[in-house]
């Protein structure tokens, strides 16, 4: 944290990190870190509200499997003298740490919210944003696998405190980690067997590989995870102490049936107290988060869309009713419009999302394309952010959205716009390609013809290059051009977005490049050399391997320029959010004290009032607008009550009213949604 902060609260000493142990050696010295424990950053939050008083409140969610507080804290601008109170203006949740070893998310939003505090009443930017925004921040939302990454023991393990039976033996937590060599890590054993699949890796003999039997090879080692069998069964450490995957609890495409995915959807009292948290506020209008999960640069999703974007066919009852062919496929829209059409919905608005639900498609599990264009235009920024800053090593590895995720509730059926960015990853050496490689933005300015003149090879190699799946070929890919079923454009961005697999060029181990990075930026702390040991069961093994949790979180010294470019793209994120405005109100006399009224709505902001994807939900409430009248005026034509289901980016509709008044009274025009706060305007009528 900054010099400012730590300035306020008692002087915390730099915690001794179990995340990067020395390896190898149990006497080996600690290296000193600038991770917070949890307790410390309970200790920064507090000091919020002593030097903010009146733009930080701190409060608490609840409490973790374990006991420990989940931390909340709100930051709201003064406002103008008539403005909403902090509850009642659209609110942005910046989420962190929900897997609990990600300690660099909670560094993070610690660092925004100190950035927001700190900038208020000096930037005029952060001062317009709180005047009309409340911001909460949860830097902790899994306190019981943050205090597991700072244990004296170092397992990789960061799910909550709640006792689990995961081998399904009727015990719980009976077999888990014992660290045999005593150096604080629980790492890997090798262990030679006539039975083995593992080999040692030829280039480099710190790492194991699968034995590859088409190349000769016969395995030699099992591997097991450190520790001995407790309960007898010829399983190592395979149901230790906790716990729950908190980022697999949530709803919307959850896992039943997985033991680490809790008993149910939101089982947990951490997940329990977000949900409920975000449910008591429906004024939340975006959720930016620091995870694992990188959904700027990683688009995809678990499953299979069944609606949304998907054309369907009606029921043949239906479709002779909406006037339309039971033999045909129609979009949602289509469906809309021809119910609309036929005045069956007794003049109710029929929508795409009433459709989809009246047919039972089921859950959503791709982002809607309607949405899609806000998603490219923050990947465009987000990237150009990055390449700034010259943190461009974040793409070849960002990890997609999980089963039961809470970037998936949010988005899905919270229905708001989700951000997550994982903040930092091993960077891989950076291999120039061959002057006649493919690339890319080569493909952009590429004819078909040209496309199909590089035949299969280069293809192939291209989309190996690129991390292509499998099965996605060049001869599937050439033909699929010449079909037309996709456009050479088309699958350049779609190639763009697509993360490489580390590894994938060349033949070097997938872990080869992290073992030299490691050698390099943390000699000595990054993989423990395997040592001979006597184990009770298995006889003479050896113990060594990566130190847990090494992929997650960069060395404490080279944190701060990442959190500082994520905290401001997050900050400038907040500035695209919709503004509801009425941009106009007349009243034109038609003679007799009969006044056509027409006011016109507007969204000043870049994104659109509500995501495609929480009108399909219905989670994303419509514009509400009513008109005052006073008792002595009388309504003619139009409805006191209109909705306006969405504006997108600086679009404005209109609505009108004819009505009966007398020369010099008063109508009122309110417009209002829970994540738009609420307008209001008058007009006399002369």
């Known amino acids: 944290m900054t010099r400012r902060i730590l300035s306020i609260v008692l002087p915390l000493a730099f915690v001794l990190a179990g995340g990067f142990l020395a390896s190898g050696n149990a006497q080996a010295p600690k290296a000193p870190a600038a991770y917070h424990k949890p307790a410390d950053i309970g200790a920064l939050l507090k000091a919020f509200p002593v030097q903010y008083p009146k733009w930080a409140q701190l409060t608490s969610l609840g409490k973790s499997a ?40 909670s560094e ?72 045999l060599n005593k150096d604080g890590l629980i790492t890997q054993m090798r262990a030679k067997d006539p039975e083995g699949t593992w080999i040692v890796d030829p280039k480099d003999p710190r790492l ?14 099992k591997l097991y995870s450190e520790g001995i069998d407790n309960d007898g069964d010829d399983q190592y450490n395979e149901d230790p102490r906790g716990g729950v995957d908190l980022n697999r609890n949530f709803p919307h495409d959850y896992e039943y049936f997985v033991k680490t995915a809790g008993l149910y959807p939101v089982s947990e009292p951490e997940t329990v107290a977000l949900v409920k948290f975000m449910i008591d506020h429906p004024e939340i209008s975006l959720v930016l988060q620091f995870s694992t999960e990188n959904t700027i640069l990683n688009t995809q999703q678990t499953g299979q869309a069944k ?6 066919r009606l029921p043949a009852d239906f479709a002779k009713a909406f006037g339309l062919d039971p033999a045909m496929d129609y979009t949602l829209k289509e469906i809309a419009d021809a119910a609309n059409a036929s005045g069956l919905g007794g003049g109710m608005t029929i929508t795409e999302e009433m459709v989809a639900s009246f047919l039972g498609l089921g859950a959503a599990v791709q982002i809607d394309r309607a949405d899609q264009p806000i998603i490219d235009a923050v990947q465009k920024d987000y990237k150009d952010a990055l390449k700034a800053v010259k943190i461009e090593d974040l793409e070849k590895k960002a990890k997609g959205v ?51 003149a590089l035949g299969e090879e280069k293809i192939d190699a291209f989309l190996k290059d690129a991390g292509a799946p499998p099965n996605f070929n060049g001869k599937m890919l050439m033909g699929m051009v010449k079909s037309g079923q996709i456009k050479i454009p088309q699958m350049a961005e779609m190639m763009e977005k697509m993360p490489k697999k580390p590894g994938a060029e060349g033949e070097d181990h997938p872990d080869a490049y ?11 702390r990054g993989f423990a050399p395997w040592m001979p040991y006597k184990h009770p069961q298995l006889g003479d093994v050896e113990i060594g391997g990566f130190r847990p949790g090494l992929r997650l979180n960069p060395p404490p010294e080279e944190m701060e320029a990442t959190i500082n470019a994520h905290a401001d793209f997050y900050i400038g994120l907040m500035d695209r959010l919709p503004v509801l405005s009425i941009s106009g109100l007349k009243a034109e006399p038609l003679g007799g004290d009969v006044y056509r009224l027409t006011a016109y709505f507007s969204n000043t902001g870049i994104w659109p009032t509500s995501t495609a994807q929480g009108r399909r ?44 008044a007398k020369k010099g009274s008063k109508v009122s025009v309110k417009a209002w949604a829970q994540r738009l706060g609420t307008v209001e305007t008058t007009v006399v009528l002369n």
Do not use: C
């Open 402 to 452: 999980g089963k039961g995720a809470f970037a998936a509730y949010a988005y899905f059926q919270y229905g708001v716009p989700v951000f997550s960015t994982d903040l930092w990853q091993i960077p891989e050496p950076k291999k120039e390609a061959p002057a006649d490689a493919i690339t890319a933005e080569k493909l952009k300015a590429m004819t078909t013809d040209q496309f199909l």
């Open 514 to 524: 992290i073992l030299k990075w490691a050698d390099k930026a943390i000699p000595g």
């Open 307 to 312: 609606a949304g974007s998907d054309k369907v």
């Open 66 to 105: 374990g006991g420990r507080d989940i931390p909340m804290l709100r930051i709201a601008g003064s406002g103008a003298p008539a403005a909403p109170g902090p509850e009642a203006r659209p609110a942005v949740l910046i989420a962190a740490n929900i897997e609990g070893g990600h300690v660099v998310g």
């Open 208 to 221: 194991m590989k699968l034995a590859d039997s088409k190349k000769g090879e016969k395995g030699v080692y």
């Open 617 to 660: 939900a219905m989670t994303a409430w419509p514009i509400r607008v009513t008109l005052g009248l006073e008792k002595t005026q009388t309504l003619f034509a139009g409805r006191p009550v209109e909705v306006l289901q969405v504006l997108n980016g600086g679009e404005t509709k209109k609505i009108e009213w004819t009505i009966r």
């Open 108 to 179: 993070a939003a610690l660092r925004l919210a100190e950035k927001l505090l700190s900038g208020y009443a000096k930037d005029k930017k952060i001062s317009a944003l709180l005047d009309t925004r409340t911001i909460y921040v949860a830097p902790l939302l899994n306190p019981d696998g943050a205090e597991a990454f700072f244990a004296p023991l170092l397992t990789g393990r960061f799910s909550n405190a709640r006792a689990v039976d995961e081998d399904a033996d009727g015990a719980v937590d009976e077999d888990g980690y014992e660290d």
